[in-house]
Structure formats: C-alpha cells, structure tokens
C-alpha cells in the first residue's frame, strides 16, 4: 500500500491497511493508525499521531513545526483522532512549549482545502471547517462547530458546541454555545437554529435557548446581570446550564 516514489522514514509506524500515495513524505516519529490513507504529495512532520480511517488529500502540511518565532526546536507534538477527512492545503502545526506542547483533533471532523490550524490547538469532534477557515495558536472548538469559509479566529479564543459562524466572519472573543455569529468582527446574529434541529433540539428546548439568548443579547443587562438570570435558568436545562459554565470560564471574554 506504500507506492515506491513515497519517502517513508525509518522510525515511522505504519497500521495495516494504511495506503500513502506517490511523492508524499511521512517524518520520523509518525504514527498512522489503521486504513488511513494518503494521498499523493502530501508531508506529516513528527512526532505525530493520527488515528484511524482518516483521509488525507494532495498537497497537505501535517504535524509541521510551530510558526511561532518563539519556538526552539523543541519535542512537540500533534495528535489526530479517527476518521477525519482534511483536504488538500490544509496546514496543521504541532504544539509550543509555551502551552502543552501539543496540537490536538478529535474525530470526525471535516476540514475543507486551505484551512489552517495553528499551533495548539483544540479541536473537538464532528466539526467542519470551511475552505480556508484559519485558526491562530491556541483556539478551541468544542464540538460539532461549524466555521464558515475564510472564517479567522484570534489566538486564545473557544468557540462553544453547536455554534455556527458565517462566511468571512473575524472572531476576537469567545463565542458561546449553540450562536450563530457574522460578520467583522463578529456579532451575535440568534441561536443556531437550524443546526439544532437536525441534530435533535426539540422545541421546548429551542424555546429555552432563545431565553437564554434574549437574557443575554436583547434585555440591556450587564453579562454579570444576565447570569445571574440564567443561573435560575440553569436548575431546569441543562443546555442553559452549558451555556452559563462556558460564560463563566471565559478567558477573553464573549461576543457581544
């Protein structure tokens, strides 16, 4: 499954059924679980680890060193889950040492051509990232995020479970859970509606997000106000109780 124009370095493991395509290059300390496969022209820098059922497309950068002028060579790492689709030119960063060493993707996510994710990284499971979607160092996704194309995320932001951001919108804070956001920077624009009902969201709980959002967004009170609102709001939904935990961790402080 090895074509032989493929340079495959010594100290690389390689699962069964994993298939690596003609002038792609896999680094020292690469670790490719089961029927990955790779296509043509593609590079994966180590020390890396990347799970199983993945696909890998034409000309993308896996597992490459930082672009952090900070960094120093150092050991650090990038670890990918299973089943992940990344299409062609995307570019993905090990982790710094100024964080924990470590760029991390969980399973099931969906990532266009051209997008790039920075060094350290958080990124859950069942997202998808537009075409050219870009993340700088140290972003989380939770899961099941929705980036729009040619969205940009500031460095240290969490994009909260269910959100969905537009096309080309710039995130520079925390976006909670299940907004839709837009544009430059970006503002919240409602609840993610529609993705919440195919995934499952049914009325009653929609009615009590859009609360939650009114709270939030509409009622004039200061964020401290409205929590404490939604904190009476939170004994009854767990959704509003998610909500209320990501506002009360957030390091940057959140869109509004």
Request: with cysteine; hydrophobic share 40%.
């Given at each position: ?30 670790d ?7 296509a043509s022209?593609?590079?994966?820098d ?23 002028k ?5 050991p ?18 090990r ?25 350290d ?95 939030i ?12 609102k939604l904190?009476?709001?939170?004994q ?21």
């Amino acid at each position: 499954m090895i074509h032989p124009q493929a340079i495959v370095d010594p100290s690389a493991k390689l699962a069964d059924g994993v298939s690596v395509g003609p002038f792609s290059v896999i680094g020292a300390n690469v670790d490719i679980g089961a029927d990955t496969v790779i296509a043509s022209h593609v590079v994966i820098d180590g020390p890396a680890r990347i799970g199983r059922d993945n696909k890998i497309y034409s000309f993308a950068s896996v597992g490459g060193d930082p672009q952090d002028k900070k960094y120093a060579d150092e050991p650090t790492h990038l670890e990918i889950g299973d089943r992940n689709v990344i299409r062609e030119y995307c570019t993905i960063s090990r982790g710094t040492t100024q964080d924990e060493g470590l760029t991390r993707i969980g399973n099931d996510n969906w990532i266009m051509a051209y997008v790039h994710i920075a060094h350290d990284c958080r990124i859950g499971n069942d997202t998808i990232l537009a075409n050219s979607a870009t993340l700088a160092g140290h972003v989380t996704l939770e899961d099941r995020v929705i980036l729009g194309g040619f969205t940009l995320v500031h460095q240290f932001c969490k994009i909260g479970e269910h959100s969905f951001t537009a096309m080309n919108s710039v995130i520079s804070k925390d976006v909670p859970p299940f907004l839709m956001v837009s544009g430059h920077m970006a503002k919240p624009h409602g609840l993610n509606s529609e993705g919440l009902k195919r995934r499952g969201f049914n009325r009653e709980t929609l009615s009590t997000l859009r609360k939650a959002y009114k709270t939030i967004y509409r009622s004039g009170l200061t964020l401290e106000q409205a929590s404490e609102k939604l904190n009476a709001m939170a004994q009854d939904s767990a959704e509003v109780a998610q909500m209320l935990a990501f506002i009360g961790a957030s390091g940057r402080g959140i869109i509004r």
